[in-house]
């Protein structure tokens, strides 16, 4: 892996968002984006998000949501949930 002096990095995105509001009082959201690098052979990054709400009465709800982040330069996967 070559990196620059300056350790800048040059970086594209791929983003991609599916929203569904039309199922009652329940929504559902996920997302997914994918940051190749252009300047470090092998270095990617990926996001991805499930979310998921339950719309309750006097403008209250519930949301759960699970994220996933790949890093393939570190070899690493972090998984955490929100509620």
Not at 3 to 19: A, C, H, I
Not at 46 to 74: E, T
Request: aromatic share 14%; glycine share 4%; net charge negative.
């Amino acid at each position: 892996m070559i990196m620059s002096p300056n350790r800048d990095s040059y970086e594209g995105v791929v983003k991609s968002d599916l929203s569904l509001y039309d199922i009652g009082d329940i929504n559902l959201f996920s997302n997914m984006c994918w940051c190749p690098c252009f300047t470090e052979a092998g270095r990617n990054w990926i996001d991805f998000r499930f979310d998921i709400s339950h719309n309750l009465p006097f403008n209250f709800y519930i949301k759960s949501g699970k994220p996933l982040n790949y890093a393939a330069a570190r070899r690493q996967v972090l998984l955490e949930a929100t509620t």
